[in-house]
T-cell receptor, first 110, second 112 residues
Framework: DAKTTQPTSMDCAEGRAANLPCNHS???????VYWYRQIHSQGPQYIIH???NNETNEMASLIITEDRKSSTLILPHATLRDTAVYYC???????????FGSGTKLNVKP | DSGVTQTPKHLITATGQRVTLRCSPR?????VYWYQQSLDQGLQFLIQ???????AKGNILERFSAQQFPDLHSELNLSSLELGDSALYFC???????????FGSGTRLTVV
């Protein structure tokens, strides 16, 4: 699996958009980009995933650059409950396991 | 409630002992995955089962073993426990080969 690089931590004001970057410069053509988050010590929660096109769901948007070497997870209106560690993971296909890196600790502040 | 049930939620035991952690996957899911998360550490993949068969191994110690039963629930057995085995143990499940995992709420193991 390709490795990912994420900032260790980020701050965001409540109500503002949170933009979490991820670099995956060694990603191959068939690898998907996944985002999970872990709130405190709860089980990780799936957020969104994509291959080439930008994706949006009720939780977030995923923007993948045209060369696919980086992506950004966007939480449009961050709330205090979005404070969590966010993991960016690349995965070859559905047969492979998810390997979690260190993630980004997002602190949403009032 | 994610649909993945892990029991017990908390477990305290002494060094050298053996424990069994249980996971019931979400209804319809055939794959079960086990992860370990030590204090301030990332999630480490341990092992995967699919429909009763072992499919992949990660950083699982020889003192640890797992199995998936015909009803698809899974058990993770940890033996000769050491202080360093204290961690959160998460189980996740997925459809055969699906997009994402659904994680349980974890079992917090404390070895004293």
């Amino acid at each position: 699996d390709a490795k990912t690089t994420q900032p260790t931590s980020m701050d965001c004001a409540e109500g503002r958009a949170a933009n979490l970057p991820c670099n995956h410069s060694t990603i191959s053509g068939n690898e998907y980009v996944y985002w999970y988050r872990q709130i405190h010590s709860q089980g990780p929660q799936y957020i969104i995933h994509g291959l080439k096109n930008n994706e949006t769901n009720e939780m977030a948007s995923l923007i993948i650059t045209e060369d696919r070497k980086s992506s950004t997870l966007i939480l449009p209106h961050a709330t205090l409950r979005d404070t969590a560690v966010y993991y960016c993971i690349v995965r070859f296909d559905n047969f492979n396991k998810f390997y979690f890196g260190s993630g980004t600790k997002l602190n949403v502040k009032p | 409630d994610s649909g993945v049930t892990q029991t017990p939620k908390h477990l305290i035991t002494a060094t050298g002992q053996r424990v069994t952690l249980r996971c019931s996957p979400r209804s319809g899911d055939l794959s079960v995955y086990w992860y370990q998360q030590s204090l301030d550490q990332g999630l480490q993949f341990l092992i995967q089962y699919y429909n009763g068969e072992e499919r992949a191994k990660g950083n699982i110690l020889e003192r640890f073993s797992a199995q998936q039963f015909p009803d698809l629930h899974s058990e993770l057995n940890l033996s000769s426990l050491e202080l360093g085995d204290s961690a959160l143990y998460f189980c996740a499940s997925s459809l055969a080969y699906s997009d994402g995992y659904t994680f349980g709420s974890g079992t917090r193991l404390t070895v004293v």
